[in-house]
T-cell receptor
Framework: AQKVTQAQTEISVVEKEDVTLDCVYE???????LFWYKQPPSGELVFLIR??????QNEISGRYSWNFQKSTSSFNFTITASQVVDSAVYFC???????????FGTGTKLQVIP | DVKVTQSSRYLVKRTGEKVFLECVQD?????MFWYRQDPGLGLRLIYF???????EKGDIPEGYSVSREKKERFSLILESASTNQTSMYLC????????????FGQGTRLTVV
């Protein structure tokens, strides 16, 4: 069985603040993939990043960075200097082993206040 | 760019009606998925398909069926719509094993009255 927990239901920050979205996962497989998606108010989920279980390197893309720690089964997402356009629901997801099925967390709604 | 297109953005149907939700992708992806999204529950997988005419049940298949007669098209069928099927329905597709991220359509907000 696989599970993804996003304990933060809603977060509000003031523009230009940094914010970290938490993601904790559970799986018994040694090979797995983790994802982050963004769902803006328009509704379409947008793929942000994929990380496989063999690659614990952190990743930075502009104002976005991801911290993958197998020791704590976490894959956290940080937005630096947040902007109003970052307001969205963010989902963390997990795919284990040979399965095509992806398990999503319940999402974190981020509101960036101008 | 990958394009996943769902036939309707908003749909209102009556209880007991048979409802078809259509999804088309243009990138020759093997895998296609149907999810429903409800507040506080995130995305839950209804069905997925890894090839033409192949399908697998997801976490919540009850009350739904699917059809995949062509690689690019994946249909979700509500045999007899009920009010508890009022939800946002999201279709997604992904390439095979190596490229595992899914690309989503814009969603269909279905209301059953």
């Amino acid at each position: 069985a696989q599970k993804v927990t996003q304990a933060q239901t809603e977060i509000s920050v003031v523009e230009k603040e940094d914010v970290t979205l938490d993601c904790v996962y559970e799986t018994r497989d040694t090979t797995y993939y983790l994802f982050w998606y963004k769902q803006p108010p328009s509704g379409e989920l947008v793929f942000l990043i994929r990380r496989n279980s063999f690659d614990e390197q952190n990743e930075i893309s502009g104002r976005y960075s991801w911290n993958f720690q197998k020791s704590t089964s976490s894959f956290n997402f940080t937005i630096t200097a947040s902007q109003v356009v970052d307001s969205a629901v963010y989902f963390c997801a997990l795919r284990s082993g040979g399965y095509q099925k992806v398990t999503f967390g319940t999402g974190t709604k981020l509101q960036v206040i101008p | 760019d990958v394009k996943v297109t769902q036939s309707s953005r908003y749909l209102v149907k009556r209880t007991g009606e048979k409802v078809f939700l259509e999804c088309v992708q243009d990138m020759d992806h093997e895998n296609m998925f149907w999810y429903r999204q409800d507040p506080g529950l995130g995305l839950r997988l209804i069905y997925f398909s890894y090839d033409v005419k192949m399908k697998e049940k997801g976490d919540i298949p009850e009350g739904y069926s699917v059809s995949r007669e062509k690689k690019e098209r994946f249909s979700l069928i509500l045999e007899s719509a009920s009010t508890n099927q009022t939800s946002m329905y999201l279709c997604a597709s992904s390439l095979g094993i190596r490229r595992t991220e899914a690309f989503f359509g814009q969603g269909t907000r279905l209301t059953v009255v």
